[in-house]
């Protein structure tokens, strides 16, 4: 069993801070999995879920049902519930739990769709509760890494260990990174999970959560996506292909965006004094569907600093963005990642290039950043040099990405 390293932050939530732990993610990550492990290893408690009709009909009957469980009462009793946001009154419900029972017991919400953007209406839970996300897997957690970004930052200021994890990576590349395919690793068994998934998805989480009559809309734009990865997202480009409403598209990405079937990378222009507003770059959670390979290798670096940075940033180890960078003269690095407000790291994915971008290095000295990496397909490479007191590496993807969480 592979463990997740979102484990030590979930257990200190609820067991040192007394909050309840919100767990979002995209549908399949792992999340009841995760829950499993949890209760198996770290607790007693009980697993629900609103899916489950015996358990719906168990919370809407007895509300505190939890209270009535046999239990060691010396210790603290977990209770989790998982997609509880489909219950019409799901946050009185939960401010109820842990008010009048939070001393006595823990509460780990999850749920497929974005908790977070599930506030709106009734009682506030301000106050009560962390979040997080659970994302499937990626490299540097199949190595079981920590969610640290000072043992990333060394490896940054002091060189990459010339380690290889291309097997794991070969099978990220070629696969996916949700854990039943992964595990499976079957072409023919991730074609037949992923159209199941795509189609769970949109057909009934997406529907039901927002009753919409233009679903099969909603599924061709979801089938265009594949074919905007790594490029601009033109909600003009998608309305024309659709023959839909400009609002129409755009309220449409935004449910799929909710329920992560893409995530966007935006443009970031302080202290550029030639950057052009940009619409945001588009990325897959699920890059299978990806055919053309360079783009699903940018898709894949993108993923893997998308998870980090809201990964560093939800445990509370500063505030961590990620950009893309292009100026006027067209001059464009893929990923910048930005700390509390500062400039850190420059990452270009280059799927078979080892000549250093001469963009990467443009970027480099005009904001003055301090690394700059260009991260490539090939298979053993690393390479480092100095220029003006900055760090440049070219080094092969899976010693990159198997640094960070």
């Known amino acids: 069993m592979i463990r997740r390293n979102i484990e030590d932050?979930?257990?200190d939530v609820v067991k040192r801070h007394n909050k309840m732990l919100f767990v979002s993610g995209p549908r399949q990550s792992g999340k009841t999995t995760f829950a499993e492990m949890l209760l198996k290893d770290k607790f007693q408690g009980i697993y629900t879920n609103w899916d489950i009709y015996n358990d719906q009909?168990?919370?809407?009957?007895d509300p505190y049902f939890f209270e009535k469980e046999s239990r060691d009462l010396s210790q603290r009793f977990l209770v989790i519930f998982d997609e509880i946001h489909k219950y019409k009154n799901w946050k009185n419900y939960l401010k109820g739990c842990f008010d009048g029972y939070g001393r006595e017991f823990n509460f780990i919400v999850t749920g497929s769709g974005r908790l977070d953007l599930f506030k709106k209406g009734g009682d506030s839970l301000f106050g009560r509760y962390f979040a997080i996300h659970l994302f499937p897997f990626s490299l540097g957690e199949l190595e079981g890494n920590k969610i640290d970004w000072d043992i990333f930052y060394e490896s940054l200021l002091n060189g990459f260990e010339k380690k290889s994890s291309f097997a794991s990576y070969e099978q990220l590349f070629n696969l996916t990174c949700f854990p039943e395919p992964f595990l499976k690793n079957e072409r023919a068994f991730y074609n037949l999970w992923s159209n199941e998934r795509k189609k769970t998805l949109i057909r009934e989480d997406i529907r039901d959560a927002y009753a919409i009559k233009e679903i099969s809309n909603i599924e061709a734009l979801s089938n265009l996506l594949p074919y905007n990865v790594s490029s601009t997202l033109s909600v003009?480009?998608?309305?024309?292909?659709l023959k839909a409403a400009f609002d129409s598209v755009k309220k449409w990405l935004s449910i799929l965006e909710q329920f992560y079937y893409f995530f966007t990378v935006k443009p970031y222009s302080k202290s550029i004094s030639r950057?052009?507003?940009?619409?945001p770059k588009v990325y897959l959670h699920d890059w299978g569907e990806i055919e053309d390979?360079?783009?699903?290798?940018?898709?894949?670096?993108?993923?893997?600093?998308?998870k980090a940075v809201n990964l560093w940033t939800g445990v509370g180890l500063g505030r961590f963005e990620l950009f893309y960078l292009r100026d006027k003269e067209k001059r464009e690095v893929d990923f910048?990642?930005?700390?509390?407000?500062?400039?850190?790291?420059l990452v270009e994915a280059k799927y078979l290039d080892e000549e250093l971008s001469k963009n990467l290095l443009y970027f480099q000295a005009k904001i003055k950043i301090p690394f700059a990496v260009q991260v490539i397909h090939k298979k053993d490479v690393l390479k480092r040099t100095r220029i003006n007191n900055h760090l440049q590496y070219v080094i092969s993807a899976d010693m990159f990405l198997r640094c960070l969480p």
């Open 275 to 279: 950057a052009i507003k940009k619409e």
């Open 57 to 61: 009909k168990r919370i809407t009957k």
């Open 9 to 11: 932050f979930a257990v």
């Open 293 to 306: 390979e360079p783009a699903r290798f940018e898709n894949i670096i993108a993923y893997h600093l998308h």
């Open 336 to 345: 910048l990642v930005v700390k509390n407000g500062e400039s850190i790291l």
């Open 236 to 241: 003009n480009s998608l309305r024309e292909d």
